[in-house]
Each structure stands twice: as C-alpha cells, then as structure tokens.
C-alpha cells in the first residue's frame, strides 16, 4: 500500500506562485509514476501533470504549460509542483496520485493511490 499526503496549498495572488509537495509512504512507496490533478468547485477533476518514476519524462496539461513545473526527489519519495504566474481559474482542490509501472498517464484512471488533496484559493 501506498500512502500520499499533500501539503503546500494556501492563497495566493495575481502572478503569485505556490509549490506543492506529495510524500509517499509506504511499503510500495518507491519506484512509483506521479501525477497531480485538481478539482475546482462544480467541475470535473482534471490533468495538470505527470512525472514518471525516475523523472525522466513529463507531462502538462496545456493550461499548465510554461507556468507549472513538475519534479521529485526519490530520496525523499518527494514530489514537487512549482507553480508560477497564478490565476484565479487555478483555484481548485489539488491531488497527488501514484502508479506503479513505468508509464506515466494523464487519466485519472490510470493512477492507484490519491492523496487527500490540499486546497489552492486564488485572492484578489
């Protein structure tokens, strides 16, 4: 099993920035394809970005790209999301997911263990 937790949410500004972090934890804790995603209030939860599990490859979604870098740190069983140049269609709920395997996926469905979530609010 696998656990993640989430931390790093907050208020931020025009142009502010936030980064995320996600621990995981566990006995299958290493090795693991990473992925965030949000959930804004009444929507879909969506794609924002992947790392696979030696950070050699990425993935952003497209709303994302330029602004928000993903990384990680295996020895920290780590996983970062720097994110720059926030705008308010950035406030949502944002959650760490992790799959075993080498592909790195841009679905929800193809990750098996979810954080809690931390929330990400947007202040004017």
């Known amino acids: 099993q696998v656990q993640l937790e989430e931390s790093g949410g907050g208020l931020v500004q025009a142009g502010g920035s936030l980064r995320l972090s996600c621990a995981a934890s566990?006995?299958?804790?290493?090795?693991?394809?990473m992925g965030w995603f949000r959930q804004a209030p009444g929507k879909e939860r969506e794609f924002v970005a992947a790392?696979?599990?030696?950070?050699?490859?990425?993935s952003y979604a497209d709303s994302v790209k330029g602004r928000f870098t993903i990384s990680r740190d295996n020895v920290k069983n780590t996983v970062y999301l720097r994110m720059n140049s926030l705008k308010p269609e950035d406030t949502a709920v944002y959650y760490c997911?992790?799959?075993?395997?080498?592909?790195?996926?841009?679905?929800?469905?193809?990750?098996?263990?979810w954080g809690q979530g931390t929330q990400v609010t947007f202040s004017s």
């Open positions: 997911a992790a799959a075993h395997g080498p592909s790195v996926s841009r679905s929800s469905d193809g990750y098996n263990y």
């Open positions: 790392i696979s599990w030696n950070g050699g490859y990425t």
């Open positions: 566990g006995r299958s804790s290493s090795n693991l394809a």
